[in-house]
């Protein structure tokens, strides 16, 4: 149970699991991320960011532009929970197919 609760404090709160699976396939800038995750804030999203970079598990990079902005990408670390974000979407289809299964036959 441990190692599940060390899990979860990494990945607890509504938006973290989001931002990782956002940054699964490809680099993306603030502005970005925050247009793939439907309702979270700017300051949330940041705060969220933060966590993940702390976590070695999101690396920020400025990029030298005009204005400047900020590209996150996962780490190799971080790619480490592809598999199980991957499993967490099947379970969810599965999930849903059962839920509206059962509901239709009600």
């Not at 990945?11 to 940054?23: E, S, Y």
């Amino acid at each position: 149970m441990l190692a599940v609760q060390d899990t979860m404090d990494v990945l607890k709160g509504r938006w973290k699991i989001h931002i990782i699976a956002a940054l699964c396939y490809s680099k993306l800038r603030f502005s970005d991320i925050q247009k793939e995750i439907e309702g979270v804030s700017a300051k949330m999203l940041s705060s969220e960011l933060k966590d993940l970079e702390e976590n070695q598990l999101v690396k920020r990079t400025v990029l030298n532009t005009q204005p400047i902005s900020v590209e996150y990408e996962l780490t190799e670390y971080g790619y480490t929970l592809k598999k199980v974000i991957e499993n967490l979407a099947d379970w969810g289809v599965q999930h849903r197919k059962t839920i509206l299964g059962k509901a239709l036959e009600n």
